[in-house]
């Protein structure tokens, strides 16, 4: 899609504005995330050297399972609009795996679903992705008693 440069300026500024929002919210969940032994890693390009520019934060959670490892990753991703008439969503993609350390996952989901922003700041960051976890966790603690997936 084509934009217009007083529509590219005006996606530009709607993705800072919502991208400030989003910072705001996981400011607001820090603390809840890093006590309940979650990780997580800046991965934004809010300058937008990539393109299109966007806001991308990846958690972590990670257990021990005998021999084995446990893990759930959830991306939340929010990318610049084409249009300020078209809201972007928030992308939550998150991702169970089984494995033992230098060995291919023996275990691996994925799922991806999108939520708008007012649903996301309804919600909060540390709900989203705690949901997403648990949702993960549920999928590996189903097979980590299995040798083969």
Known sequence: MSQSPDNFDDCK????RVACVLDDLLSRDRRGLVSGGIEFTDFSDRGGREWPPCWSIQFRSKWPIQSEFGLVTVDLTYAMPESVNSPQPI?????????????????????????ALEAFRE???IAVVREAIELGSMRIQAVAGSPEV
């Open 123 to 125: 919600s909060g960051v």
């Open 91 to 115: 992308r939550i993609r998150w991702r169970a795996e089984v494995f033992q350390t230098g060995s291919a996952s023996r275990f691996n989901f994925i799922e991806e679903t999108n939520m």
């Open 13 to 16: 500024q709607e993705f800072r």
